[in-house]
């Protein structure tokens, strides 16, 4: 009999309404401590250990297990969750992208999230974009913004059309340097200037990691730029996962098997044969399920929302 577990996957967990980004798509820090309150009730919470063992050496694990998953290595993690996992004798798994720390830089992925944050209305955003487009097109050999807006504007569960176009056009559907400066435009213009004061109010420090992993807390990786790994040539995603390898693999005190997490839940076989080459023995997904512990799915966990539980 195959053993399976849940894995609930959270990113920003704050109190939302009544802060400077009260539009930010996360998790209110009062629906995280009644989320907790249910999970704990209905199910044994699982360390990273019980979940590798069961994995890899196909131990038992408790019936109705669940695995608690953080991405993005963001302070929020520190502020808000650190603590009440600790007050609940709880560990969570965090998922940290290397790059903030080692060139303190903020991510694409990040300065996108606070992007939309601040247009709500996303008609004139797309119009922004569009005319960046238009300005480039020649330089850039791009296709109309029209032609990008028709093969991308596809809507998923959780964001519209537009929300979906805004995301996928400045992530990866165009040359990284040209996608860079539009989005560093568009962040300065619509967030903020002051870069370094907003990357150290989003991440954490190596002063907090330091202090979750003390206190119990596991870290694997979230790669180091948290790009699209399906985009990346084989010299450029091995050295994203040895960067990220290196560095997760100094923090932890008492598991040193490193689980990989792929940024934007991106992968194919290649991506998945690097992973597992470069030393992490588990690799989660976005793909909604049950994760089953079975070596051959060790590669394509699934996990589910936080918004897939009641809160």
């Not at 008609?123 to 480039?136: D, G, H, P, S, T």
Request: hydrophobic fraction near 35%; aromatic fraction near 12%; proline fraction near 3%.
């Amino acid at each position: 009999m195959i053993e399976n577990c849940k894995i609930v996957m959270y990113h920003y967990v704050r109190p939302i309404k009544n802060s400077k980004y009260p539009a930010i798509k996360g998790l209110e820090l009062d629906s995280f401590i009644r989320q907790i309150n249910h999970l704990k009730k209905k199910f044994h919470i699982l360390t990273a250990t019980e979940f590798l063992d069961g994995l890899i050496n196909q131990e038992k694990i408790k019936k109705n297990s669940i695995l608690l998953t953080f991405d993005d290595g963001l302070k929020d993690h520190y502020s808000h969750v650190h603590s009440i996992l600790k007050k609940n004798q709880l560990q969570g798994l965090f998922f940290i992208s290397s790059e903030p720390t080692l060139k303190r830089k903020i991510l694409d992925v990040h300065k996108i999230h606070f992007i939309l944050e601040k247009n709500e209305n996303r008609n004139n955003l797309v119009n922004e974009i569009f005319q960046a487009i238009k300005k480039n097109k020649e330089e850039y050999d791009l296709s109309s913004p029209e032609e990008y807006f028709s093969k991308l504007s596809k809507p998923n569960r959780f964001d519209s059309g537009d929300t979906i176009f805004i995301k996928r056009i400045l992530q990866r559907n165009l040359p990284h340097k040209l996608r860079e400066k539009i989005v560093n435009d568009l962040f300065i213009k619509h967030v903020t200037e002051d870069l370094n004061s907003f990357r150290e109010e989003l991440y954490l420090s190596k002063d907090e990691i330091n202090e979750m992993a003390e206190n119990g807390m596991y870290f694997g990786s979230h790669g180091h730029s948290h790009e699209w790994y399906t985009q990346m040539n084989e010299i450029q995603l091995k050295n994203e996962l040895e960067t990220s390898f290196n560095f997760c693999s100094k923090i932890n005190y008492n598991e040193n098997r490193l689980i990989f997490c792929y940024p934007y839940g991106n992968y194919n076989e290649q991506v998945v044969e690097n992973v597992s080459k470069m030393g992490f023995v588990a690799g989660l997904t976005t793909d909604v399920g049950d994760a089953e512990l079975v070596s051959n799915c060790a590669y394509t966990i699934k996990r589910y929302d936080t918004n897939d539980f009641p809160q």
